[in-house]
């Protein structure tokens, strides 16, 4: 299949996804969600394939959520189908980042099983800032860093360095920036090697109950209201604009 927005190749048994929108930082749109979606479907039908590699091309893993979408498209955005083939991805995924990591670029990594990130990486979960929802973080975050780094993190939409993220259990290694997939194609064929139906059950397993039918029901409340609120509006003109949002809880 022919993608738009990302980049598709099989180097011996290691599937690599790449995000290649450089011009825009690799911000995700809804075609990139569905071709990130239909390539994992590609990948785990594919049995020459034991591990996938998830990176993206130009200065940044991804700056998140793609900002200039049109209205109809954010009303499709918010649909977790890519999100849950993510998590429940059959093999095991490790993550490449460097760059900007935000937003919906950090939730992409999260889910992902494994995370190397270059020294230059800059990380954060930017969902409220742009008058949003991290969706896919709100259970999987607190399992990896605890419950109250995970609040600081959401609630404040900070930017951590990639050491940080590393100190935290967020990142597993940290390398230099030349080294980035070099380190990750290294680890992906350290896990090829192994027996793949012990690797497909571990990962099952290391994933159960991460998400959850409450989980579900929060954001099918939350996420019609903030789509139609008034500071989701404000955020995207501010973006526009290239000012300082002004929220008023409306």
Do not use: W
Not at 5 to 16: M, P, Y
Not at 159 to 176: F, M, Q, S
Request: hydrophobic share 40%; aromatic share 4%.
């Amino acid at each position: 299949m022919k993608y738009k927005s990302i980049l598709v190749e099989k180097k011996a048994d290691i599937g690599i996804i790449t995000l290649n929108r450089p011009e825009k930082l690799n911000a995700i749109n809804l075609t990139m969600k569905r071709e990130i979606h239909q390539a994992l479907i590609e990948l785990e039908k594919d049995d020459d394939v034991r591990v996938v590699i998830l990176a993206g091309v130009g200065r940044a893993f991804s700056s998140g959520h793609d900002m200039t979408s049109s209205p109809s498209e954010e009303e499709q955005f918010p649909s977790l189908e890519e999100e849950e083939k993510l998590l429940h991805f059959e093999k095991p995924i490790i993550a490449a980042i460097h760059g900007y990591v935000l937003g919906d670029g950090l939730q992409q990594a999260l889910l992902c099983d494994i995370i190397i990130a270059s020294e230059d990486s800059v990380l954060g979960f930017i969902g409220a800032q742009m008058g949003s929802l991290c969706s896919a973080s709100f259970t999987i975050l607190p399992a990896v860093v605890g419950r109250k780094k995970a609040s600081e993190l959401l609630l404040t939409c900070d930017r951590i360095t990639a050491r940080e993220a590393c100190d935290i259990g967020l990142v597993n290694k940290v390398v230099p920036n030349d080294r980035l997939i070099p380190e990750a194609m290294a680890m992906a064929q350290k896990i090829a090697r192994l027996p793949p139906l012990s690797i497909k059950y571990t990962k099952r397993a290391l994933g159960t109950e991460l998400v959850n039918e409450t989980h579900r029901h929060v954001l099918e409340e939350g996420y019609p209201v903030v789509s139609a609120s008034e500071d989701k509006k404000e955020a995207r003109r501010a973006f526009s604009e290239k000012r300082p949002p002004v929220f008023r809880g409306k």
